[in-house]
């Protein structure tokens, strides 16, 4: 079964707005990383957060790590409509030997 | 430094022939992942690799199935015997280290069993 499981699995929201998107988990990780997908490409690694970590900031992104609840946030501020795609969140296990994608969150960021 | 290269960009293969996907990772990058995503869905994890070596296989079919990632060349993906249900999005990537820094994806190559 895939370890993150991202939430909401759609999320469509007015340009100007923040989306927030969740990742659960369920064993223990070394780290956990968020990519992006637009329609039809490949994956753009957006950020990556060490399980020693609470959070971290890049540009218009905030992430959050809770490894007592197994959790993470994506937080995307002010967003365009060019944020538009789906978001996946990625674990990577502490042999650090593998990455495991949840089912994805598609954003949708309305004009 | 050309990208996560894959190829071909979409394949098309009549059921019961033999898929060839290539992926050549990043310069220097010494591993290799490949995953499958259906439409609307998440990347299921099928392989590990680092050259020369399976490191985990455990996402990939025991049957028809099988990769390998040699000293000198790509990193083939290779499905025998297709069938319909093999239709999907396959994504290679790669990475300096063991899975502790990104990931570098290629673009995925499109296979559709007809």
């Known amino acids: 079964s895939q370890q993150g499981e991202e939430d909401p699995q759609a999320l469509s929201i007015q340009e100007g707005e923040n989306a927030t998107m969740n990742c659960s988990y369920k064993t223990s990780i070394n780290n956990l990383q968020w990519y992006r997908q637009n329609s039809g490409r490949g994956l753009v690694h957006l950020i990556l957060i060490r399980s020693n970590e609470r959070e971290k900031h890049s540009g218009r992104l905030r992430v959050t790590l809770d490894t007592s609840k197994k959790s993470s946030s994506l937080l995307i501020t002010a967003s365009r409509a060019a944020d538009t795609a789906s978001y996946f969140c990625a674990t990577v296990n502490n042999a650090g030997n593998m990455l495991t994608f949840g089912g994805g969150t598609r954003l949708m960021v309305k004009p | 430094n050309a990208g996560v290269m894959q190829n071909p960009r979409h394949l098309v293969r009549r059921r019961g022939q033999e898929a060839r996907l290539r992926c050549s990772p990043m310069k220097g990058h010494s591993h290799v992942y490949w995953y499958r995503q259906l439409p609307e869905e998440g990347l299921k994890f099928m392989v590990y690799?680092?050259?020369?070596?399976?490191?985990?296989e455990s996402g990939m079919p025991k049957e028809r199935f099988s990769a390998e990632f040699p000293k000198e060349g790509p990193s083939i993906l290779r499905i025998q015997q297709v069938v319909r249900g093999d239709s999907a999005a396959y994504f290679c990537?790669?990475?300096?280290?063991?899975?502790?820094?990104?990931?570098?994806f290629g673009q995925g190559t499109r296979l559709t069993v007809v």
């Open positions: 990537a790669s990475s300096a280290g063991q899975g502790a820094t990104e990931a570098f």
């Open positions: 690799l680092q050259k020369e070596n399976i490191i985990d």
